[in-house]
């Protein structure tokens, strides 16, 4: 069960493999709601990692330009969708 979303509140959020990225910053202009940015945190290679701020749609844009599939992208189910 996934948890529903307040209206007008995201409805969906990604998982970042941090010691896949290389850091290439291609997710950064891909993403639509423009939630995701560079931060200063490093994985164990030493690549800069993004991070994600409120407001992902899990659209799946970054997945879909990420060169070391780092992504995983889910979707929050809406009241209207349970069955």
Do not use: H, Q
Not at 8 to 30: H, M, S
């Amino acid at each position: 069960m996934s948890a529903a979303p307040d209206a007008g509140g995201p409805r969906g959020t990604v998982v970042l493999d941090a010691e896949r990225c290389k850091g290439c910053e291609l997710c950064i202009p891909a993403c639509p709601p423009k939630v995701l940015r560079m931060s200063t945190r490093r994985n164990a290679s030493g690549y800069v990692l993004p991070e994600l701020l409120e407001g992902c749609t899990g659209c799946g844009a970054c997945l879909l330009v990420c060169p070391d599939f780092c992504f995983e992208v889910y979707r929050f189910e809406s009241r209207g969708d349970a069955s």
